[in-house]
């Protein structure tokens, strides 16, 4: 399926990632790729989803404009969200050295892709 090919590139060309998810701000995953098995990917989805929500209402009530994207840096992990549609996105978890700069950037060129399969 094409979404865990996109997801597998990710992974793949990014230094540090322990998991990818595309799910929907329903909690529902549908696909992931997981490196590290100590890496609850989808549970991170779930937990942040509701972030997003919260992020996309604040965002309209300032009229910034839509959310394209969440960074979150922990002392233990680094989370990117990136939204493909209003309703999903994609996470990734990166471990504190990984190289979220890159990450992001694939992640970005992957969204128009995603894009075709969601039309």
């Known amino acids: 399926m094409i979404f865990e090919e996109i997801l597998q ?3 793949q060309r990014s230094e540090g990632v322990q998991g990818a998810v595309i799910m929907g701000m329903d909690g529902i995953a549908i696909g ?3 490196v590290d098995p100590s890496c609850s ?3 991170v989805g779930i937990e942040y989803a509701s972030a997003i929500k919260s992020i996309q209402n604040a965002s309209r009530s300032l009229s910034a ?4 994207e969440v960074f979150i840096n922990t002392r233990s992990n680094i989370f990117i969200l990136r939204l493909i549609t209003e309703d999903y996105f994609i996470a990734v978890a990166l471990g504190p050295n990984g190289n979220h700069g890159k990450t992001r950037y694939l ?3 992957s969204v128009p892709r995603l894009l075709k399969e969601f039309e």
């Open 65 to 68: 404009g839509a959310v394209q």
């Open 107 to 109: 992640m970005r060129l």
């Open 32 to 34: 992931e790729h997981i």
């Open 9 to 11: 590139e990710i992974v």
């Open 41 to 43: 990917i989808q549970t």
